[in-house]
């Protein structure tokens, strides 16, 4: 019963492709996060829900579409993907202010 | 730019000793410090917190420290355990933004047996 799950765990695509990176929360939270770590290791926010509703997009291209149906999902969905997109995608939840539950991150590999 | 600075890329200890792993931030609006732990093909987990209110939190063997004058806090692990060995993250927030983390490059940790 994981708290906060995305799928997949790997990811390899081809240049050009479109992809989507899936997460689920059991924990009731009302903020989801979806946080890149690029080849420096260094973990950046991309976007934020809160009750489904869009409260933080950090200059992210917009071939990076994040979808929440429900509270307890927000996806992401990566148009013409490009090499620069390779990296670990982390999903995570929140209910009190900075600490965040995390998943096991997505590692996609854009060749 | 960066906000959150780990500046030592890694660190080496023998067990039973104590872990000082040190961060400095620049942004003053930050006022809630975290750390978060991380093995490898896994997510962050959270370790502890402090606000800024206050300059000392401990639980266990994990001990943060924030001296918000020198803008600098500090995660202290005794006595450190081979299962510490990981990557640890400085993480910083500010009041009302959401709850949104900046987080530091992290500094991997080996405690030697």
């Known amino acids: 019963d994981t708290a906060v799950s995305q799928t997949p765990k790997y990811l390899v695509t081809q240049m050009g492709n479109d992809k989507s990176i899936k997460c689920e929360q059991n924990?009731?939270?009302?903020?989801m996060y979806w946080y890149k770590q690029d080849s420096k290791k260094f973990l950046k926010i991309m976007f934020s829900y809160n009750n489904k509703e869009l409260i933080i997009n950090e200059t992210v291209p917009n071939r990076f579409s994040p979808k929440s149906p429900d509270k307890a999902h927000l996806n992401l969905h990566i148009n013409s993907l490009e090499l620069g997109d390779s990296a670990v995608y982390f999903c995570?939840?929140?209910?009190?202010?900075?600490?965040?539950?995390f998943g096991q991150g997505t590692r996609l590999t854009v060749v | 730019d960066q906000q959150v600075k780990q500046n030592s890329p890694s660190l080496s200890v023998q067990e039973g000793r104590i872990s000082i792993l040190n961060c400095d931030y620049t942004n003053s609006m930050f006022d809630y410090f975290l750390w978060y732990k991380k093995y490898p093909a896994e997510g962050p987990t959270f370790l502890i917190s402090i606000s800024s209110i206050k300059d000392k939190n401990e639980d266990g063997r994990f001990t943060v420290f924030l001296n918000k004058s020198a803008k600098h806090l500090s995660l202290h692990i005794v006595p450190s355990q081979p299962g510490d060995s990981a990557v640890y993250f400085c993480a910083a927030s500010e009041a009302g933004a959401n709850s949104k983390l900046t987080f530091g490059k992290g500094i991997t940790l080996s405690v030697r047996p």
């Open positions: 995570a939840s929140s209910q009190v202010i900075g600490r965040a539950f």
């Open positions: 924990l009731g939270h009302d903020t």
